[in-house]
């Protein structure tokens, strides 16, 4: 039987065709995945199935009954829940209040079944705004599950979680439909539909541009579907990622001297969570000119904190932080404001792209050059907004950010898209002395996450030191140097990424292993 059945939809904003005569069938008792390039429709879609966006043309069908949504609240009612890409939580409310708000009788025992059946637990009396972005997914996830629906839609889940709650939703997922509901589950990561997914539909454009049985369908068979463009175009860190390759280790830039200041130095760094334990604990770190350090480990082990403390969203109790320019030399980031830390030249991708790298009222103009006011000044005051579309109109080619215009607002982007103008507000800094990108590929496509990671070499082979924090082992095994493992506030390692037992080293270490750590120079090489 037909869980979902969508016939001819079609949605336009303003000259913008977003999805373009759209066919989805979706069978009660399996995970259908939808894959697709960023911008490619698929949140769209979501929107429609939801009720908060109307079809300009075509039709739902639930169940085998017409479905006309006008409302989030008529999909409550008729059995669908959704888990958005950009949480619905309210942040200054704990867990338990957020759940509350949803009303529901026998609420703690609904809960406790969610923690029962599928592994998934939250703590009621914590604050949402203070938990990891990890922690609130999980918080959504069980929100969602809470309501018994007859059909799920996940729209990029696991985006924020680790490897082992990765693998609890992947199991959920398919728990639910093996009790005879429907998973709609929209992912740019294709190993994960091709473990937990029974059929997929893939849009590009707006379109349909293939699908059927995942069984039928591997990796170098969907990529081409989904970026209109074979997998061995890829980079082979890509192709690593997708599964297709082994990742392979990136060639160092040769120039680059070992015995020059680190870029980005963290010495005894620590942070006190409110409520007295530690989020750091003492952390050493250093980051070479030219070098790409990757930050491996399962959420919540102190990457969060790390990212924040850099960025200036937090202030570290104890240690010292400091930048080194070859033009300016040395200069200390630990109480300098993000401003001040923009202009001495680190660039910050936050993890929570949505909340903390981008305004989403504002115009996609002013998200871009936030930092580059300056350069549009007209008689010290005025903003030459003519100039701001130009450049604007500029970027968003060049880093293939998919937007109605240069004036569109943040908000109207999908989330790859706005990931994308983050990362090329960063990149642009000059001086560029060091870049913090925290999962700089969540929620792109393949495509996108090939480009990225050229630009993310690009930066360190003009000289630039870069940090990336990643739950994806493979993306950094093929973008980094050497890798360190947050655990438990700690910084474990490193290790060389061109090890042979890199990806079994790292691992031991995200469960808590002190290894021997590789020397430094040899984990630079």
């Known amino acids: 039987m037909l869980a979902l059945e969508a016939v001819g939809l079609t949605k336009s904003f303003g000259a913008v065709r977003a999805l373009d005569a759209v066919e989805l069938r979706v069978r009660a008792g399996t995970v259908h995945c939808v894959l697709g390039e960023n911008g490619a429709g698929k949140s769209t879609l979501c929107r429609l199935i939801e009720g908060s966006l109307t079809a300009d043309s075509g039709q739902l069908r639930l169940y085998g009954e017409e479905f006309a949504p006008r409302r989030p609240g008529d999909a409550l009612a008729a059995g669908i829940a959704m888990v958005h890409q950009h949480f619905s939580l309210v942040p200054t409310l704990t867990v338990g209040e957020n759940l509350r708000l949803l009303r529901l009788k026998d609420l703690a025992d609904r809960v406790a079944r969610v923690r029962d059946e599928y592994g998934l637990a939250v703590d009621a009396d914590a604050v949402v705004g203070t938990l990891p972005v990890g922690v609130r997914q999980r918080v959504e996830i069980v929100k969602a599950l809470v309501r018994d629906p007859r059909l799920l839609v996940l729209d990029e889940p696991t985006g924020v979680l680790g490897p082992a709650e990765t693998d609890r939703l992947l199991e959920t997922c398919r728990a639910i439909a093996d009790a005879g509901s429907a998973v709609v589950l929209i992912t740019h990561k294709l190993a994960e ?166 305004i989403p009222q504002l115009p996609l103009t002013h998200n871009l050059f936030l930092p580059h006011l300056a350069r549009f000044r007209r008689f010290g005051v005025l903003l030459d907004h003519k100039a701001m579309r130009r450049a604007a109109e500029e970027v968003l080619t060049e880093h293939g ?72 082992l493979p993306e950094l095994l093929a973008l980094c140097d050497r890798i360190v493992v947050a655990y438990g506030g700690r910084l474990l390692g490193p290790v060389a990424a061109a090890d042979p037992d890199a990806h079994e080293r790292v691992g031991a270490l995200m469960l808590g292993a002190d290894l021997a750590p590789v020397p430094l120079g040899e984990a630079s090489r």
């Not at 989904?226 to 392979?248: E, H, K, S």
């Open 193 to 358: 539909a091709a473990r937990a997914g029974d059929e997929a539909t893939v849009l590009r454009g707006g379109r349909v541009a293939g699908g059927g049985p995942l069984a039928a369908l591997p990796p170098n068979k969907l990529v081409p579907l989904m970026i209109g463009r074979a997998a061995t175009d890829l980079g082979a860190g890509v192709a690593g990622t997708l599964g297709l390759d082994a990742p392979a280790p990136r060639a160092r830039t040769e120039d680059v001297r070992d015995d020059a200041p680190p870029a980005l130095r963290l010495t005894g760094v620590t942070v006190r969570r409110p409520d007295g334990t530690l989020a750091l604990d003492g952390v050493d770190l250093t980051v070479a000119p030219g070098e790409i350090v990757g930050v491996a480990g399962v959420e919540g082990n102190g990457q969060s904190e790390l990212m924040a403390v850099l960025g200036g969203a937090l202030t570290a109790d104890a240690g010292r932080m400091e930048l080194t320019s070859p033009a300016d030399g040395p200069y200390d980031l630990t109480r300098a404001t993000p401003r001040e830390r923009t202009r001495a030249g680190l660039g910050i991708v936050p993890e929570d792209r949505h909340h903390e790298g981008c």
């Open 401 to 472: 950010v998919r937007a109605a215009g240069p004036t569109a607002p943040m908000a109207s982007l999908s989330g790859g898209n706005q990931q994308k103008v983050v990362l090329a507000r960063e990149l642009a800094l000059d001086p560029l002395v060091c870049l913090a990108a925290a999962q700089p590929t969540r929620g792109l496509d393949v495509g996108a996450v090939d480009a990225v990671h050229t630009r993310i070499r690009q930066a360190a082979a003009r000289g630039a030191g870069v940090l990336v924090v990643s739950s994806e």
